[in-house]
């Protein structure tokens, strides 16, 4: 879903469908993505305090496999989430918040508990900031698309470069460009939900999965900001 054509949407005009204040829409985009974050959290404890995740994790490539879904999930849900129906753009958010949940519960066997719970305490505290700012700010942030994807690319490259040559020197400068491409991302992305309520606010059901889709995005923002400011903070056991 292409940021820019949302600001061309043609919404479908309905005198009998109510309009959603936009505080009211932002709140609930921000609900989904807090029950995507708990959903997440409760797969991953359960699995580690009941030993399930020895189990999983003994199955061989079981991280490759988990990690092939979760893209196969995103790519679906963004190639298709005008055509889906907004139960089934919840259900694929559920289900990657719940695969990510598998995925997590190693880091519990990986870092100290205390440490876990003050870096996502840090994490919160920057991701809340970014979104007021990005809420806020009169500034079109929309303008820094080529930036953050670049970012991204550079990530990308990094970590697959990092699996065949030891870049473990320069991890710490590509933890601290990855926390922050994903601040800037958390701004981005919550002033983007302002463009999706614009675009839909008379298409109810659209705006419905449009508001799934930046929950999704959010929560994707929030989870890549832990993982960063965990391999520089975190405390391993």
Known sequence: MDYQELNQYNGVYSAAEEYEPLNRYTAKTFGWMAMGLLATFTVAMGL?????????????????????????????????????????????????????????????????????VFVFGATALFFGIMAVIGYTTRADLSNLRNFLVGGLVFLLVFWLVGMFINLERFEILACTAGIFIFLVFTAYDTQKIKAYHQAYSHDPQMARKASVFAALQLYLDFINLFIYLLRVLGRKK
């Open 48 to 116: 580690y305090l009941s030993n399930l995740i020895w189990y999983v994790f003994a199955i061989p490539y079981a991280v490759f496999v988990l990690g092939i879904a979760e893209l196969v999930v995103v790519i679906y849900m963004s190639s298709q989430i005008n055509k889906v129906s907004v139960g089934t753009a919840r259900a694929l958010f559920f289900t990657y918040a719940v695969l990510n949940g598998v995925v997590f519960s190693a880091y519990f066997l990986i870092y100290a508990f205390p440490s876990l």
